[in-house]
């Protein structure tokens, strides 16, 4: 029986010994690998999984002057989960600072060993190129401005690294950047005037960072190109010259053209060449805003053109001579006649403004011939008729001739 017992216990334990093995084979501890770039930095590693179990990683960092505390030390877990890299970037360590990182594979109920790594920032993290080159023609040289490189939050690296210089690689792109055409120039500052360089030659230009006390370089920045400047000679001073009269003649030509071409349509769209028939003119003429001679009915000529005229002309003297005086032999005129005369000559003297000396028809008879005035107004000449008339009869009725008095009026 104690043989048997012991027997039984033995295989027992060799059995769960093997099974251990086994398990701890299957979940082997990740192979780490820090990638780093000024401040940014990120651990992968790689890990071979035994079977089909899901398998977590579990990543940590710890400050490494912790450690000299005896008292327990608390690691900050950054990363759980499947993937096998870890971005430490936004932990934010200090630059010049020292850590342990440390990682570790799960899957239920297993667990495996902790990858460690150290890591310190100044020492172990590569240094980028600079993040903006810029170049500018100075006469003959070349001037070039450098931007040196950014942390993860858009900082200068220089902060980090003082000591951090640049080393210019410039060349002649005709001839290349092998050879003597290559030139270096070192320099800590970020305004560089690169010397040598020869009148309108193309040349061109990267930059490298570079930290000599942990040997730290950074890659190239992009190649950049461009040519010199310096004295313009006087034949391209002429071509340019000539360059522009032809370009100001052309513009001159063309400007022309346009306006002619553009005036043609115009006079051909706004005044055509082919008029409209004549009956067609005529009934356009009837419209009251044509400036065409047009006939107008009488009503609307009488309407249109004529207006009605107030004519007040100036008030003149009349002057009336008596007829010479009567042969004693003839025979008098009528009474009844010459008192009508005298009478009417009163009448009208008082009514219609005719004036005549006292006694006129007494002086007529005594032989006297004196001139009658008198005032004509525009509206007197019936008047005036009606006397010559009453004169005339008064001598044909006497049965005189009118001698060679005459009857004057003068208006």
Known sequence: ????????????????????????????????????????????????????????????????????????????????????????????????????????????????????????????????????????????????????PLTSEGESMKRNVPQMYYRIHYWSRLAGPQGESLAVVNSGAEHVTLPGLQSWTWYCVKVQSRFDYYNKTSSFSSTQCMQTEGEIPYWHIFLYFLASLVAAFLFVLGSSYVTYKGYRVLKTTLFPSIQLPHHI????????????????????????????????????????????????GLAAPPLGLEDDCGRHSR????????????????????????????????????????????????ELLNGGVADEGVLDMGV
Not at 18 to 34: G, S
Not at 295 to 311: R, T, Y
Not at 355 to 363: K, L, N
Request: aromatic fraction near 8%.
């Open 1 to 148: 029986m104690n043989i048997g017992l012991a027997l039984f216990l033995l295989g027992f334990l060799q059995t769960s010994c093997f099974n251990a093995d086994v398990q701890v084979a299957e979940l082997k501890k990740p192979k780490l690998t820090l990638h780093t770039l000024n401040t940014q930095y990120i651990l992968s590693w790689e890990h071979e999984t035994a079977g089909q179990h899901a398998v977590n990683f579990t990543t940590q960092y710890l400050s490494k002057y912790k450690l000299r505390f005896k008292r327990k030390v608390v690691w900050q877990t950054v990363c759980v989960g499947p993937e096998h890299s870890c971005d430490l970037t936004s932990v934010k360590l200090h630059y010049h600072a020292m850590y342990l990182l440390r990682v570790q594979a799960s899957a239920d109920p297993l667990h495996s060993d902790w990858a460690q790594k150290d890591f310190c920032p100044d020492i172990d993290a590569d240094l980028g190129p600079p993040s903006k080159v810029e170049l500018s023609p100075v006469s003959n040289l070349l001037g070039v401005a450098i931007s040196p």
């Open 281 to 328: 003119q005529e009934y356009l003429s009837d419209s009251p805003y044509s400036d065409l001679p047009r006939l107008l009915s009488l009503e609307a000529e009488v309407e249109l053109i004529c207006d009605k005229i107030s004519v007040c002309p100036e008030k003149d003297l009349l002057e009336v001579h008596s007829p010479p005086p009567l042969d004693p």
């Open 347 to 394: 009448q009208d003297s008082g009514d219609s403004g005719v004036y005549s000396t006292e006694g006129g028809s007494a002086q007529k008879r005594g032989g006297h011939s004196q001139p009658i005035v008198a005032r004509l107004d525009s509206w007197d000449v019936p008047l005036l008729e009606h006397v010559k008339m009453e004169e005339m009869g008064g």
